[in-house]
């Protein structure tokens, strides 16, 4: 099956990001397999699709979620610590169908915002894989590793055996990645860190996990072990190994200057929405990315950040770093798209998506002009950070495969699919409404 877009405004995100504003791409099976200038060419294609007044751009990708919190998403938001207050106690609660069910739903979500990709931390993600089989989507979907019982273990750091066969099981999936996440530094011992690093490298798969998110997780481990988070994640090996580390808040010049040594594999997932509403601050990105790091956006879990599309992110990316540094002109529009989309790909390692070259694969966004929020456009990227938002999402294809078409999923029954989690949420919300 091949289908040309032709007409379109083609932002390809390559390496010299290249533009072709009335261009072409035709996707063949799986993959690009040509991109250019639309001067009427001869070419043969099972579907044609006018992209007139759109512009076509590789997917967004959502380097730090919790699908699974769907539930949890206007709790006590501006509640003190309500890590330990809300989370923590009513994470009890969440059984196999309701992350099942949750996770339909924020991908159906993340879909229709123009999410082609992202990286999960949740429990039960054998279940978070299912539906990301079910609704082909690309992901890397890691177990939470944590020194207390949880919903899918009675044992302290239970998700370590939970992976001895759930890694094994996902292995050499072409669109899933099965990962381990340790909760964060100071939440797992010592000795359950060791083996994460052993098991990562045992079956060949990323690590994912908070890292200095917390001023006390600082403490902590400047008390305990005389190190900030890096520096004792480095010295415990996971910096050797595919690392994906979400957020990154309280981060050094040294520590910068640390994680850079080990750029080719020890990434970083930016949460600026979720790190700002929670008052807990602005990471360098400046200086991560001038030391060579690789930077990917991220929105954290529906009760963290709201949202799960990365528009949001990229508004408040500009306001926020540009506020924090001062510089209107630092991180202009096109920098931002590209960190969203390619940025995220590279943080992911979805090596094979993040740019819209032949013989990529086709992780695709068509984003319409015509809403009344989108008009006039003298810069496309411009367009993109400031003034779009997910409905103007119009067409999303993974892997090749048209997955939202005019603004609906075309597999699934967005309506059914939450009415599914309602009927899941019972107990969760008679218990949340008891810490109200
Ligand atoms: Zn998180």
Redesign the pocket.
Known sequence: MTTLIKNVHVLTMDDEMKEYKKGYVLIDEENISAVGEWKEQNIQSDEVIDGSGSLLLPGFVNT???AGMIPFRSLGDDVPDRLRRFLFPLEAFMTKGLVKASSAYAISEMLLSGVTGFCD?YYFEDQVAEVCEEFHVRAVVGETIIDMPTCDSSDHSGGLSYCETFLPKWQGHPLITPAIAPHAPNTNTNEALEKIVEMSKKYDVPITM?VAEMDYEMKELAEKYGLTPFGYLEKLGFMEQPFIM??CIHMSEDDIALTAKYAETAKIAH?IG?NTKSAKGVAPVKAMLEAGLTVGLGT??PS?GNTLDLFSQMKLFANFHKTYEKDRALFPAKEIVRLATRGGAETLGFHETGSIQPGKKADLIMVETESVNMFPIFDPYSALVYSANPSNVQQVWVNGRLLVENHQLVEHDLKQIRSNLYKQMDKFVAEAKKRM
């Open positions: 730090h979620t919790h931390m908070h979400a957020h949460c979720a954290d879990g963290s």
